[in-house]
């Protein structure tokens, strides 16, 4: 199967503007993405796709660009728009604010395509905080593998032990929480971007309700590496101790 690793990335952010341009460890975090996805073995080619020049000038330099409209409401429309005039059977959509993604959740993401529509990732919570934040989402999973649901309260709700300190809640039952990287097969991501948005995605402002909402299955990869997104510049500070530490 001829997958592309497509990176959507923009300037305009509420709480961080140009940031795929902004530094970390002598290199623009655009560029700290894509050599994560080229150390990937699934993917056939990288690309990013963006609608602003000054980001395409700098991504360039580090693979195939593909501009795309600037009036897109997600990345997933963004990867579509090149998805659709690129012939590739599938997709991973990597998102552009994660520069230490593991390439091992590429591979286990783009290997579920075989054989599912959709594919994403998930990670045991092992944090307590995380049961209660709404931004880290949950996921809940069925015997195959497949997303029942995903929610910013903590799922399952624990009856037994709902009065219970998180960190009893985290003992008693493996909490997940889902890694923002999706798999897609080509036609199923043309047909869904052309999709409405679902109640349950506008409820939730998770776009990947919109899929389960419309019938199609998404097929979760439990994995080990729980990747760091980058949202504001005190994430990028984060981010940098944690890379000088590595170091």
């Not at 230490?100 to 990732?121: H, K, Q």
């Not at 009856?159 to 890694?179: G, M, W």
């Amino acid at each position: 199967m001829n997958i592309a690793g497509i990176i959507p990335a923009r300037y305009s952010s509420t709480r961080f503007p140009g940031k795929p341009l902004e530094m970390l460890a002598g290199k623009p975090i655009i560029g700290h993405v894509v050599e994560r996805c080229r150390l990937a073995k699934r993917l056939s080619e990288v690309i990013v796709a963006t609608d602003d020049q000054r980001i395409a000038d700098v991504a360039t330099q580090f693979c195939r660009v593909e501009m795309t409209r600037d009036d897109h409401p997600s990345g997933s429309d963004r990867v579509a728009e090149v998805a659709n005039r690129c012939g590739f059977d599938a997709i991973v959509n990597v998102q552009g604010d994660e520069p230490m993604i593991d390439p091992d959740v590429i591979d286990r993401v783009a290997a579920l395509l075989n054989d599912n529509e959709i594919s994403t990732a998930a990670v045991p919570i092992a944090d307590a905080a995380e049961l209660d934040n709404p931004n880290a989402v949950k996921v809940v999973v069925n015997a195959a593998g497949q997303a029942l649901y995903f929610c910013r309260r903590t799922i399952p709700y624990l009856r037994d032990a709902a009065d219970a300190p998180s960190t009893e809640q985290l003992a008693a039952f493996p909490f997940l929480k889902h890694l923002g990287i999706y798999g897609y097969r080509r036609k199923t991501l043309l047909r869904l971007v052309a999709q409405p948005v679902s109640p349950l995605e506008r409820a939730e402002k998770l776009e990947q309700l919109r899929a389960l909402e419309n019938g199609i299955a998404i097929a979760v990869a439990v994995v080990e590496h729980d990747s760091v997104g980058i949202d504001t510049p005190e994430d990028l500070q984060r981010v940098n101790k944690i890379w000088t530490k590595k170091k």
